[in-house]
């Protein structure tokens, strides 16, 4: 495991680890071991190119709570809500945003109140995150996909739990 240096993360502890994914099977694997960590308040960033793997992930993630039913993208409706038994989830998109404030004005705030955030394309965000937060980062390793895992706050503990 390693420490890396993240500009402008506000939490005071960073533990990043990578994780190799083989095919959309793995990348599912992965939401669930996800998913059993996730509590109210916790956002999950995911970051990547486009196809990279970030709506399979929260797929996942979502499935392992027990939402039946599919999960898109949600690229056109910016965000998309999900009640399930033990969460209530909000999915985020956020490419097509021009300001950082247009979020908020979608119900960020309200959602990770309400439950958890899931966020792909949060650069926007900026430096503006604090608390638990766990940073999914996508990158292309050849055949399949490896992703970089940053926790914040007591992520870097509940990190210790999602396998290699």
Partial sequence: MTTPDHAGA????????M????????????GAAIAAQL????????????????TTLSRGILHALGHV????????????????????VAHFDL????????IFELGF???RHDGAVLV??????GQSLTGNWLE??????????????????DWVERLQAIGD
């Fill in 10 to 17: 506000k939490a005071d502890k960073v533990l990043g680890r």
């Fill in 19 to 30: 994780i190799s994914l083989s095919d959309e099977t793995a990348t599912l694997a992965l």
């Fill in 39 to 54: 509590r109210r308040g916790d956002v999950v960033t995911l970051c990547g190119d486009l196809g990279a793997g970030k």
């Fill in 69 to 88: 039913g599919p999960v898109p993208s949600p690229t056109f409706t910016l965000v998309q809500h999900y009640e399930t038994a033990q969460l209530h």
């Fill in 95 to 102: 490419y097509r945003l021009a300001s950082r404030d247009e």
């Fill in 109 to 111: 705030d309200d959602a």
């Fill in 120 to 125: 792909e394309w949060p650069e926007i965000l």
């Fill in 136 to 153: 999914v980062r996508f990158e292309d390793a050849g055949e399949g996909r490896s992703v970089c895992l940053s926790g914040h706050g």
